[in-house]
């Protein structure tokens, strides 16, 4: 596996692990908690070193399963976890930023992962009842303390960022980004390679849309997240799947499949983009980390971006409470 380097250094592998699905959002899992402790391993066996996670997933287990999972090989991974909810009766239930929540998740998280330290410490939405000054002084104590070795933004405005990184460095911003979600590039990305800020796209398979797997015939499971996106409605579906008809076409003309025609059109985007497809399957894994081999020359790239502009996107990636947590 390949590594690359986000902001202040930290080095990752250049494919990472969301670990979110194997808690919640996606439905039923079709495996054990030891299934999933299997995957984590087995990624890492993978060259897989970057993984991520959140107290609010689950919430609280998907803690726990990481930390169980990865607690042997502990010296060879990094962690990503994410404080900024409010947690009552296991649901989250509004953003909490202030200086005390983030030391009391902190204190938490480093509980349920069983480390002496979280290497890199999101702040998983903006929350506008808080100075960003004071959620970046808060985090640079906990950096002072030992507690977390890098501090990170989710879906965060650049001048959000700007005003964080002036007060305590910050090393990469989470955001979904990939071929049919754009809204970093205006203006993210070159703020991004200004102060020198690694970036994490989640959701880099458009959840599972660009993977060729799911089409307007695709019945969600309960409990399944993509029931209430529009982007996911069956109609949106229909006129979306040109998109990915023209993803499976390059994948088919370059003996690939189309998940990974989508994560090596992001790691051509920059060196300092690090994708994290989730899956539940150790098999999705491996063609996730194989994307790493697969090159796309220039006219490939600029195809693909020439049929998106073309056909654009139809639908909202969120529904309308979760737009509203999003910066802009």
């Not at 890492?44 to 997933?57: R, S």
């Not at 994410?82 to 929540?101: A, C, H, M, Y």
């Amino acid at each position: 596996m390949h590594t690359r380097t986000l902001g202040q250094g930290l080095e990752v592998s250049a494919i990472g692990l969301g670990c979110m699905g194997m808690s919640q959002s996606y439905g039923p899992n079709p495996g054990s908690r030891q299934d999933m402790i299997g995957v984590l391993r087995g990624a890492v066996e993978l060259g897989v070193t970057f993984f991520d996670t959140a107290e609010v997933y689950g919430p609280y287990v998907n803690e726990e399963l990481v930390g169980e999972a990865l607690a042997p090989v502990r010296e060879q991974i990094v962690i990503a976890t994410k404080f900024g909810w409010r947690i009552e009766d296991n649901t989250s239930v509004g953003l909490d930023s202030r200086p005390e929540q983030i030391r009391r998740v902190a204190d938490a998280s480093l509980q349920r992962l069983g480390v002496d330290t979280l290497d890199l410490f999101y702040q998983h939405r903006v929350d506008p009842g808080v100075p960003i000054e004071d959620v970046a002084g808060t985090v640079g104590e906990l950096v002072a303390a030992g507690k977390v070795r890098h501090f990170g933004l989710s879906e965060a405005a650049p001048s959000t960022i700007r005003r964080a990184h002036a007060v305590h460095p910050v090393t990469a911003v989470q955001s979904e980004y990939s071929l049919w979600t754009r809204d970093p590039e205006p203006e993210v990305l070159p703020a991004l390679a200004e102060l020198g800020i690694g970036f994490v796209p989640f959701s880099p398979l458009g959840k599972g849309f660009l993977t060729g797997t799911v089409d307007q015939a695709t019945q969600f499971a309960a409990g399944d997240v993509r029931t209430t996106i529009p982007r996911f409605s069956a109609e949106n579906r229909t006129t979306n799947q040109i998109l990915v008809d023209q993803v499976t076409d390059l994948a088919r003309r370059k003996g690939t499949t189309p998940g990974q025609i989508a994560l090596a059109w992001l790691l051509a985007q920059q060196p300092w983009i690090v994708p994290i497809p989730g899956t539940r399957r150790i098999e999705r894994v491996q063609e996730n980390v194989d994307a790493t081999t697969v090159a796309l020359s220039a006219d490939e790239v600029s195809d693909l971006n020439a049929v998106v502009t073309r056909i654009g996107v139809v639908g909202d990636r969120y529904n309308e409470h979760h737009m509203g947590l999003v910066e802009h």
